[in-house]
């Protein structure tokens, strides 16, 4: 059987992670393990986008050995990976063999083909966004900031023959609608596709730059950063190998929107379809984390959140949640500390923290630790009762359209659902009534439900705490949702020794001012 097989961008071994990188590998995070809790096989890779101009400049500057460079930055991304407890399969560097040969055997096959031919080539160039660019893209008659300053540069180069693919590539999106998400980004491809392409010129000369994969036909030159990043979803797959295909075509490829056009609407699906490989089913664009007040995060302004000082603050299932319940898949979103700090306080440590911690603390005064059978339900409790089953079907579909906002939005109305029963059933009171015994057996076994629910619910989006919420409440963690349902599992179940799951944070003055 086939994998349901994700990929994330791979990030530039350039610069330090930030905010962007985060959110991303959180996002995919989520839809694998939503994916898997509905009983799917996935297989999840992210990576590090090691070769370019850019990387070798930094290199320079700080005086070391690109490869040095990337094998420092590539732990920096591992860690942040680790600390938001990104469950990939596979992560490659596009300096590992297994990638420089995929890369080579594509060049050779296309230029086998016919598909790659040399000319002389006189244009602007932009270091910065690393290829040749047209007066048609200035803006206002300017450069704009991810192209930076050009240069006017004439060289020999070799070209792949992209254009003549144009009026298949329409074709195919007109036939499949739903290549790209949100929709209206597959418009702006569209809009794209009615200027006419030029052909894509795919080498460097190493006069210029040393730091990429040799052209296997042509030892003079390395080839252009984004064939070879773009190939890094076939090559750790092991493409030519026969078990490619346990994993090829990929399901979704998540990447940001600024990588959209023309990189994977364009040059990636022409690449593969020259090649004679099967496209990917679908391309999810996300949006940006803008600074507070909507502008571009840039080192510059000093407006640039790092991820790892609310990790480190919060804690690594609060900056998910965050991420997840702010930002609606496909749009911007603004960072700001007021936000962040109001999810953490309401969503996390009131309704989900307090409501374990009352409940563990309930179960261990009242019922000797052991969660207590409930009694046939009375209104109330059939009440939450059936708000738990909906709050189940809804949120495996909003999981399934990648609704994450929508889904965690779900969840937490159970829970203030379940804070609400609670206010209403007052065990404390019950408690000191011995002719209450059953309403608060009913009731601490009613509210443990819906609380293990929500925690199966959240597990995609902070499988760390939902994990210790199941092991407090005196069950196992689970592996997927298939038949969960309003049941009697706490029966007899032994509560853990209560547990605050987000306590208090008494030092954001120091993270950076936003
Ligand atoms: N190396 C290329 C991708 C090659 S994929 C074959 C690249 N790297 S990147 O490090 O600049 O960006 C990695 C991902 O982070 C991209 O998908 C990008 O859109 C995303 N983000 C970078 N900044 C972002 C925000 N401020 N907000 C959200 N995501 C953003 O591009």
Redesign the pocket.
């Known amino acids: 059987m086939k994998n349901f097989y994700l990929t994330?961008?791979?990030?530039?071994a350039n610069g330090s992670p930030?905010?962007?990188?985060a959110?991303?590998k959180v996002l995919a995070d989520a839809i694998i393990r939503s994916r898997r809790m509905e009983g799917v096989n996935c297989h999840f890779l992210t990576g590090l986008?090691e070769h370019g101009q850019k990387v070798q400049e930094t290199a320079t500057q700080r005086g070391m050995a690109p490869q040095d460079l990337c094998d420092l930055v590539a732990q920096d991304f591992q860690k942040l990976c680790s600390r938001l407890s990104i469950a990939y399969d596979d992560y490659v560097r596009t300096t590992q063999l297994r990638h420089r040969t995929v890369v080579q055997s594509m060049l050779l096959r296309l230029h086998a083909a016919g598909e790659i031919y040399k000319a002389p080539y006189r244009g602007l160039y932009s270091t910065r966004a690393e290829r040749f660019v047209l007066e048609r893209e200035r803006v206002d008659g300017k450069w704009p900031d991810d192209i930076g300053d050009v240069v006017e540069l004439e060289e020999e180069n070799y070209f792949f023959k992209l254009s003549r693919y144009q009026g298949w590539l329409v074709e195919f999106l007109q036939k499949n609608v739903n290549f790209i998400i949100p929709s209206f980004r597959q418009r702006q491809v569209v809009e794209f596709l009615k200027e006419p392409l030029n052909d894509l010129c795919i080498s460097r000369p190493k006069a210029r730059l040393r730091w990429g994969i040799e052209l296997p036909f042509d030892a003079g030159y390395v080839t252009y950063v984004w064939f070879d990043?773009?190939v890094?979803?076939i090559s750790a797959v092991g493409y030519g190998r026969e078990d490619f295909f346990r994993n090829w075509p990929a399901d979704l490829h998540v990447?940001?929107?600024?990588?959209l056009v023309p990189?994977h609407a364009v040059y990636w699906p022409i690449i593969l379809h020259a090649a004679g490989v099967e496209l990917p089913k679908q391309i999810l664009a996300?949006?940006?984390?803008?600074a507070k007040g909507g502008e571009k995060?840039s080192k510059s302004l000093g407006n640039v959140v790092k991820p790892l000082d609310y990790i480190d603050l919060y804690g690594p299932d609060a900056f998910r949640y965050f991420v997840l319940r702010e930002m609606a898949v496909g749009q911007d979103s603004n960072f700001s500390h007021e936000l962040f700090t109001a999810r953490y306080q309401g969503d996390l440590a009131n309704d989900l923290g307090n409501l374990l911690s009352r409940l563990v603390h309930m179960v261990r005064c009242y019922a000797d630790g052991r969660f207590p059978t409930a009694w046939p339900a009375g209104p109330e409790e059939l009440q939450l009762q059936n708000r738990a089953t909906e709050t189940i079907r809804l949120v495996r579909a909003f999981y399934q359209s990648l609704e994450f906002s929508s889904a965690l939005g779900e969840i937490f109305s159970l829970l203030q659902e379940t804070n609400r029963y609670a206010e209403r059933r007052a065990p404390w009171k019950l408690a000191k009534r011995a002719s209450c015994e059953r309403e608060l057996e009913t009731a601490l076994a009613s509210m443990g439900e819906a609380l293990r629910i929500a925690a199966i619910l959240l597990t995609p989006a902070i499988p760390t705490a939902a994990q210790e919420i199941l092991r407090q409440l005196g069950l196992p963690a689970v592996s997927n949702w298939l038949d969960l349902a309003w049941s009697n599992a706490l029966d007899g179940k032994v509560v853990g020794e209560g547990t605050i799951l987000f306590p208090r944070v008494e030092e954001a003055g120091a993270l950076s001012p936003l």
């Open positions: 994330t961008a791979i990030d530039y930030h905010i962007g990188h959110y991303e986008d990043a773009l890094n979803y990447i940001g929107k600024d990588i990189a996300h949006g940006w984390w803008l995060m």
